[in-house]
């Protein structure tokens, strides 16, 4: 399959997620900012911890290689 086509099955997987409350829209964490409710940004700033879960979206191989190589967590939580 082509790289079109990958990318074009890969927003439909996407928009499948999305649209059936499964996950939110792809946004950038460091100009969009945390996507977090009230509720969990209140416990962040009465100091609690609570786990907001993210998935990496990767624009190639390389990437993912260069991110997973120094990040422990992507390599110990990676399915096998």
Known sequence: ????????????????GIDN???????????????ASDTEIESLGDGDEPCLHVIRLYQSNEQ????????SPSQWRKPR
């Open 21 to 35: 409350g499964w996950c939110g829209p792809a946004v950038c964490y460091t100009h969009d900012g945390l996507p």
């Open 1 to 16: 399959m082509t790289e079109a086509g990958l990318s074009a099955e890969f927003d439909k997987w996407l928009q499948q």
């Open 64 to 71: 993912r290689n260069q991110v997973e190589r120094d990040h």
